[in-house]
């Protein structure tokens, strides 16, 4: 053990997973989730649009990339109101994307490849085409119970209904649609044309188990949880209070000016979830197979996020999502990382598994809210740590927000006139596979939403035949993940400057990984026997950013009592092993 005097700062944590004999159920758990937002992945038969085929033809990019399981945005028939979570049919494949054949088409080469396959959950709420919504308007029974419906509060001088309370939508606007059919208003917590279910109906709870089984049996491996904070709301209705004061005497509220104290994490969503997975975990008993996870998309406080973990005698999700480091802007420290990582693994209950996201089709592109060579060290920090690795489709190849015009967007928030200037299209871009037409995404000669014009160097094909590019590099730390060390070692982090960064990964009797990075804009030199925790005389480059000058495979002596000087490059990373 060498010296570590000159730490100006360090944390460490100890991180045990331990290796059981039967991991097969482990599957999850140091896994890369790749998100696939359809739309925007491949166009098989030429409309311009994502499509289920278009995935199957391209899974042999995952096999190669080392990437484990996809998740799949929504493909349930819609009519896109909000891009498919607005479903008007929970068990029909959108004809936008495919039909049913396509889709068992895909699990089963999925399954080919030993690859895993989630899928999207979207129960808070569906679309108002859904017969249910229809069936509920003209109040047949049991679907007039499928929704909160409520009487007006009253009516305004003009005759307008006066909604029952203050609740905002997340997208703006009240969240309240008056129906001039049933001379109702319903809630929806997202777009107007996304009613919310009544989750406390059992005849609801019960068509959602039918929905789980439904997918189930067609083999996919996991659900992601859309929303799920959102799905219960007061019983009485109180209204919410609010934060923002001024904006209270003059108007013009959004969502975020009041305290969703009523409308969000009420307790029964843990339940609720808790409910669906023993069910979930009956059929696996009954029906067999490996284990199916849950996950969360919780946008919360840290504690009503951890309690998506459950406990061992309250099984809720598997993994809520860490959003945590989702949030990084321009300029990264070293302690602002470290103390992101470290919030997750502090508050995260003992023996679960993390998980870290950099981006998905709700936030911009770190390329492009950071920088380029920004996001290659942040993402190479993130595919070192213990646990799942979220991707969003073309992080591998270090995409950037696309280019929309006014006159090109798509998504809308859920149709919410007034905010039409605010879309999620930038980072929804289609996948910049080569540098043919539209970029090897679709062959009809305009795509549903514009190509960045960054295709014709930034993509999969030019990339994949580089040494030194975005995709060489992740290609090696997706190897490296796969590693003992990775898997199941321990986690060390220091603090060596404002700018460096160190993280070790160790396992006894396995090679040790470091990963070094300097997040500054000026160069940085360390002696490397200040932080190299082991007995070793060499150190292996495993991979590196391109801008950091040092090669794949290179070997540096270590050689005490000599200072090892060691040079980082401004915004450059570099994985070094104890590799002889
Ligand atoms: C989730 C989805 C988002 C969608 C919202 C409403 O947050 O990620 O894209 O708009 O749910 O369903
Ligand atoms: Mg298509």
């Known amino acids: 053990m060498k010296l570590t005097s000159n730490l100006i700062s360090g944390i460490v944590i100890l991180f045990f997973v331990f290796v059981s004999a039967d991991d097969s159920n482990d599957w999850w758990k140091s896994s890369i989730l790749y998100e696939i937002f359809i739309r925007s992945f491949k166009d098989s038969d030429g409309d311009g649009t994502g499509d289920l085929n278009g995935i199957t033809t391209k899974l042999d990019h995952f096999v190669h990339l080392g990437i484990d399981s996809i998740y799949l945005t929504p493909f349930y028939k819609s009519p896109m109101d909000d891009m498919g979570y607005d479903v008007s049919n929970y068990t029909e494949v959108d004809p936008m994307f495919g039909n049913m054949n396509d889709f068992e088409r895909l699990v089963h080469e999925v399954e080919n490849r030993g690859m895993k396959i989630v899928i999207d959950l979207v129960i808070n709420h569906c679309s108002d085409n859904h017969e249910w919504f229809k069936k509920s308007v003209n109040k047949i029974k049991p679907y007039d119970e499928y929704f909160i419906w409520k009487d007006a509060k009253g009516f305004d001088k003009n005759g307008e209904p006066i909604p029952p309370n203050n609740w905002i939508s997340v997208f703006g606007g009240s969240a309240w649609e008056w129906n001039a059919n049933r001379k109702q208003f319903y809630l929806h917590q997202f777009g107007r044309q996304q009613p919310d279910f009544k989750l406390r109906n059992t005849n609801v709870k019960n068509e959602m188990k039918k929905i789980l089984e439904f997918w189930f049996v067609k083999g996919v491996h996991g659900f992601r949880i859309d929303a799920p904070k959102h799905f219960y709301e007061d019983e009485h209705f109180r209204d919410e209070p609010f934060l923002n004061t001024k904006k209270h005497k003059t108007g013009g509220f959004t969502y975020n000016d009041f305290n969703h104290i009523y409308t969000t994490d009420l307790w029964e969503t843990y339940e609720f979830i808790n409910e669906l997975r023993l069910f979930t975990d009956q059929l696996q008993k009954t029906r067999g197979g490996i284990e199916r996870i849950f996950v969360a998309e919780a946008y919360t406080d840290m504690n009503n996020t951890m309690a998506y973990y459950g406990t061992k005698h309250f099984k809720v ?16 420290t070293a302690n602002e990382i470290d103390s992101k990582i470290m919030k997750w693994i502090t508050n995260m209950p003992k023996g679960e598994t993390p998980n870290w996201n950099l981006e998905n089709h709700d936030h911009r592109r770190m390329n492009s809210k950071t920088s380029k060579e920004h996001a290659t060290i942040i993402l190479m920090n993130v595919m070192m740590l213990p646990g799942v690795v979220y991707l969003y489709y073309g992080q591998e190849i270090g995409m950037m927000n696309g280019l929309v015009r006014f006159d090109q967007i798509q998504d809308h928030l859920g149709g919410s ?29 305009e795509a549903y939403l514009p190509i960045d014009p960054t295709y014709w160097k930034l993509n999969v094909e030019r990339q994949k035949a580089e040494h030194n590019s975005f995709y060489t590099m992740f290609k090696n730390l997706t190897r490296l993940r796969q590693t003992n060390t990775c ?22 009797g396995y090679p040790t990984y470091y990963v070094i990075t300097n997040f500054g804009p000026e160069y940085e030199t360390i002696d490397l026997l200040d932080y190299i925790v082991d007995d070793t005389s060499v150190l292996t480059v495993e991979t590196s950013s391109a801008n950091s000058g040092y090669i794949y495979k290179h070997k540096f002596k270590i050689d005490n009592p000599f200072p090892n000087l060691f040079v980082m490059k401004p915004f450059s990373g570099v994985v070094l092993s104890t590799i002889k």
Do not use: C
């Not at 999700?317 to 321009?330: A, C, I, K, R």
């Not at 070692?489 to 160790?506: A, D, F, H, N, P």
């Open 317 to 332: 999700t598997h993994y809520p999502f860490n959003f945590g480091l989702v949030s990084l802007e321009n300029p990264v």
């Open 487 to 508: 898997k199941y070692g321990e986690l060390k982090t220091q603090i060596v400057s404002k700018w460096m960064y160190i993280i070790s990964r160790t396992l006894p």
């Open 417 to 445: 006139e007034k905010k039409k200037f605010i879309t999620r299209d930038y980072e929804r871009s289609p996948m910049q596979w080569d540098d043919t037409m539209n970029a090897g995404f679709t062959s009809n000669l």
